[in-house]
């Protein structure tokens, strides 16, 4: 592509790619940038410049064991999509900027798509699929479901994981707490008046 | 009303809400097939050159591509295009865009296919680029399409009455300049495909983002050379669209399909955010001129409009959104001499194509500025002068169109709106604050005084703003407008549903179900709304032009009601009774109410079935006749209008030019409400699309080239952008579509900006006339960013 020889800045793409094994921890990501282009000492091995899966992936999705093969460079969302088929998980702008992606790991909302799926080695991550349980409804979703807080429906799993994660760490929001807690999730359909009523009543439902 | 309703007007759940909340709802990119293969694009980073050659030798040696795909692989038409056929598949001759494809290549690894995509050659000889679409028209302009004379895609003219007689009659002309951006659609969901080949003689399938499966299908019928039954196009859940997954989509569609026949494996074609910015149609930039002649009292006289829009690399839907403008262009205003010309050209810039809205928020945007300006000449307060010069029953319009056979409800969503919004109070209010306004530092004399600082207590000031449009529904004189769709009733009661009007992600599945529940009495949920497949249903147009409830309404109405009249001949005969005027179909039951008699649907359905009555069948609606005269712009442009108001509360922060949405009001007329929830949403969604086109948003490129390819430097609203958005609906007695349904998704969005503008004067004193009117308009009046067309604020 055109835009990757023209800009000068680092590619996360490719910075994600070169970063690569064993690499563990969103700070020691950080703290490498700047020497992105430079196998370091403290990379154990060379990164991988094809695309094999290399790496055992163990962590918990969803309530169940996952040990997966996978290449270094996946994201966590491509993991999610791909080798698990939780498609529920969008892939949005693929550079933590719309909240798309959100995904529940060890009760936090992070984005799946901005994050190497090795980080979440041994970690406990939950999708929007993991919500249902049975025919059950999780609470959010029926919220969801009567208020509207939706339309086309491609943010709203993000929409609701994003606000699970806000009720785990505090399960009497105000309308305030909701909406800066969900003003990184976009939606272009507009959905938001609705989207924050339907939290609300979840809230109010739950107590 | 004119009826009581079951469940029309009521809250109904949406039809897709359980699988959209779950994560099961399949869009385009959930969809894989065993043995499938992906795509990547081969692209030049320039926007504009004469393509040599492309060797793929080296990409094919590296081994990691199962096939290259370029125009030579394309059994049928090379170019497509709606109205002209100047976009080619694949381009072999020029790139005129930078989003432009001119190959493919088709592997098993998507990872491997970038790495492989490098090693492609492309020779190629750049040209001079042209994006100043002040500059298409000279005579030394660079011709983008060759083929054709100039760079003029489209001119409408629209001559009424004497200009220069009216300006002569005038007390006062007023001349302003507008400038509007490239937007971008922003649809969350990015593009993605899947062709899968079909064995033997069968043509082939195709699953995607696609707004239009029927335009798509023949725009991919067309470029295989196939007849229109082999392709059949089925529509995955659509993740937003908003006019953007129509023109892109059908290319893609047609290039997956070339490679999947030429692979005989199925081919997916998926985007990131930043192909997907760079590649896909945007809304026209416009520049717009207008000259108006007033009497002392602020009545119009004349309107000489000068609009020209970019039309980018291709023509697409240039020719059909500048008719909407060409008819709109005058506003909701009976103005006795008009002279309008409307052009788009080509330019090297991103090309543009159709957006919620269509044609009509530029003009709005511009038109409504100016009727704020002529007021405050006038010494009236905008709602007076809208008063004075705002359509009535009888009115004719610009285009010479008398208006009757509606309700025509302009004062009244004007009215509603200023009552519900106090709006003369805080109007007057707010601009007795404006001279407590700072000025701004004189730049060629940059001394600071006193009266340059702002006292804490001034910083923020409240403004408030209207603004007030008609819109044509649906497609009006721009084609053919008829919709079909297709039900079956089984013998449980459970009820088959279709429309050929696809959902784009606002609801309109719920809106059909809804509307055929009335018809039958019986609870949505009884409805299946199949899938939209172009082998099962009629072609009905496009989902666009806001015509879905209208006229897929008013199909799915006729449907409905050829199953109730066959099913009250069934009822008579089982009720041994002559007069169906007494059969009330409600609550899931027949009853009769001359000998209270019930009988429940389903059982109905199964003695209709046991006679042998078919309860399957097609509803057709077509709109009233409307016409065009292309020469002077006259005639009846659409059937039936609708009418809207919105009042924006702005506070506007003094020293940084940020402008904070406190509220806005929305009133609007659209006809009867079917799906109310559905209803509400598309006013939250408008008004919110309208803020981000008033206040944030803007594509802008240089040489052709974009820079805004994601969302961190695309701006769109998010949840915190707006405080509160009140829609109120006017409802009224017509009685086209099902039961005098008409628009409302573009409405909401076309007046937005123009609001946002007039509350921002409200509040600065400054009148701006060039979107956005972000942080450097507002504070500076001026846009900061370079771009290749200098804007009026620029200068």
């Known amino acids: 592509m055109s835009k990757d020889s023209e800009s000068n800045k680092i590619s996360r793409r490719n910075f994600l790619g070169k970063a690569g094994t064993g690499i563990v921890g969103s700070t020691i990501l950080i703290s490498s940038i700047g020497a992105a282009d430079k196998t370091g000492p403290d990379l154990a091995e060379a990164p991988p410049i094809d695309p094999k899966e290399t790496d055992i992936l163990n962590l918990w999705v969803n309530g169940k064991k996952q040990k997966l093969k996978i290449n270094p460079s996946s994201t966590l969302a491509e993991v999610l999509r791909n080798k698990l088929n939780l498609t529920g998980t969008k892939i949005v702008c693929n550079q933590g900027a719309c909240g798309g992606c959100t995904v529940v790991m060890d009760n936090k909302a992070v984005y799946a798509c901005h994050m190497l799926a090795l980080d979440a080695a041994g970690k406990k991550v939950v999708t929007i699929e993991g919500l249902l349980e049975g025919e059950e409804l999780n609470h959010l979703q029926e919220a969801f479901i009567e208020k509207d807080g939706l339309q086309c429906g491609f943010c709203t799993p993000g929409q609701i994981m994003s606000a699970y994660a806000l009720l785990l760490s505090k399960p009497n929001p105000n309308r305030e707490d909701i909406m800066e807690a969900m003003s990184g999730n976009i939606c272009r359909c507009g959905a938001y008046p609705n989207i924050l009523d339907s939290v609300l009543l979840a809230v109010q439902n739950k107590n | ?795």
């Not at chain 2, 940084?656 to 406190?662: A, K, S």
């Not at chain 2, 509220?663 to 699309?689: C, E, F, R, S």
């Open chain 2, 1 to 795: 009303m004119k009826e009581k309703f079951n469940i029309v007007g009521k809250p109904v759940i949406r039809q897709d809400a359980f699988n959209k909340v779950t994560g099961q709802a399949k869009f385009a990119d959930d969809y894989n097939y065993p043995n499938q293969l992906y795509a990547a694009m081969i692209r030049i980073p320039v926007s504009h050159a004469k393509i040599k050659s492309i060797d793929y030798t080296e990409a094919i040696e590296s081994g990691l591509v199962a096939a290259t795909c370029d125009s030579s692989d394309i059994p049928g038409a090379k170019k497509v295009g709606p109205i002209r056929k100047d976009q080619p598949v694949f381009c072999d001759e020029k790139v005129v865009t930078s989003g432009d494809v001119l190959a493919m290549l088709i592997g098993e690894n998507e990872y491997e296919l970038k790495q492989a995509s490098k090693k492609v050659k492309v020779d190629f000889e750049e040209l001079p680029i042209l994006t100043d679409i002040e500059k298409a028209m000279d005579e030394d302009a660079q011709i983008i399409h060759p083929e054709f004379e100039n760079n003029l895609i489209v001119h409408y003219p629209l001559r009424k009455g004497n200009i220069d007689k009216g300006f002569e009659e005038s007390d006062h002309i007023l001349e302003q300049t507008y400038t509007t951006p490239h937007i971008e659609h922003a649809y969350i969901e990015p593009e993605a495909v899947v062709a899968v080949p079909l064995e033997g003689n069968r043509g082939i399938k195709i699953i995607g983002s696609i707004q239009n499966p029927h335009t798509a299908r023949k725009v991919v019928a067309a470029v295989l050379g196939l007849p229109l039954t082999k392709v059949r196009i089925i529509q995955a859940e659509l993740g937003g669209s908003f006019g953007g997954k129509d023109d892109t989509m059908n290319i893609l569609s047609a290039r997956a399909a070339v490679a999947a026949l030429k692979t005989k494996r199925p081919v997916k074609i998926h985007y990131s955010r930043e192909e997907s910015i760079l590649e896909s149609y945007k809304r026209h930039p416009y520049r717009l001129k207008y000259k108006v002649g007033f009497s002392k009292a602020g009545k119009l006289k004349a309107m000489k409009i000068d609009l020209l829009a970019d039309g980018g690399g291709y023509s697409c839907m240039s020719p059909f959104v500048t008719w909407r403008s060409v008819v709109q262009a005058t506003g909701p205003y009976e103005v006795e001499n008009v002279w309008t010309d409307v052009r788009a050209v080509y330019t090297n810039n991103p090309y543009t194509g159709a957006f919620r809205g269509f044609g009509s928020p530029q003009p709005i945007f511009a038109q409504e500025s100016l009727m704020d300006e002529i007021a405050e000449i006038a010494g009236i307060s905008p709602i007076e002068i809208r008063k004075i010069n705002g359509f009535q029953k009888g009115s004719v319009t610009a285009s010479r169109q008398v208006l009757r056979d509606h309700e025509i409800n302009l004062l009244k969503v004007v009215e509603r709106a200023a009552e519900e919004s106090n709006f003369l109070s805080e109007w007057n209010k707010n601009k007795k604050d404006q001279s407590n306004a700072p000025s701004f530092v004189d730049e060629l004399n940059p001394i600071v005084k006193p009266e340059h600082f702002i006292h804490p207590s001034n910083n923020v000031k409240r403004g408030i703003g209207l603004a007030t449009s008609f819109r044509g529904c649906s497609l009006g004189a721009e084609g053919v407008d008829a919709a079909a769709a297709y039900i079956s009733v089984q013998t449980d009661g459970s009820i088959y549903l279709l429309s050929g009007l696809a959902e784009n992600g606002q609801g309109l599945k719920t809106t059909f179900s809804i509307i055929a529940a009335e018809v039958l009495g019986i609870s949505e949920d009884r409805i299946h709304y199949l899938e939209q497949d172009t082998g099962i249903i009629a072609d009905s147009g496009p989902t666009v032009a806001s015509r879905s409830t209208l006229m897929g309404g008013g199909a799915i109405k006729d449907a409905a009601t050829i199953i109730k009249n066959r099913l009250n001949e069934v009822a008579l005969k089982h009720f041994n009774i002559t007069d169906y005027d007494v059969l009330v179909y409600r609550n899931n039951t027949i009853s009769n109410t001359e000998n209270n008699l019930k009988i429940e649907f389903s059982e109905l359905c199964q003695l209709a079935f046991n006679s042998a009555v078919s309860l399957s069948a097609v509803g057709w609606y077509k709109g009233p006749n409307v016409g065009w005269d292309e020469e002077t712009g006259q005639g009846d442009a659409y059937f039936t209008y609708v009418y809207g108001c919105q009042v924006a509360d702005v506070s506007v922060d003094m020293s940084t030019g940020e402008v904070y949405i406190n509220k806005i009001v929305a009133v609007h007329d659209p006809g009867t409400v079917i799906n109310i929830m559905g209803a509400l949403g598309q006013v939250y969604g408008g008004v919110t699309q309208g803020a981000g086109y008033g206040l944030w948003e803007a594509i802008e490129s240089e040489k052709g080239m974009i820079k805004e390819l994601n969302y961190d430097l695309y701006i769109i609203p998010t949840s915190k952008d707006i405080d509160k958005i009140e829609p109120i609906f006017i409802e009224g007695e017509d009685d086209h579509g099902a039961w005098g349904a008409k628009s409302l998704g573009e409405p909401t969005l076309e007046l937005t900006s123009a609001a946002l503008a007039n509350a921002i004067k409200n509040a600065t004193g400054k009148r701006l006339f060039n979107l956005p009117l972000n942080l450097e308009e507002v504070l500076l009046s001026k846009k900061l960013r370079p771009k290749d067309f200098v804007r009026e604020s620029s200068k």
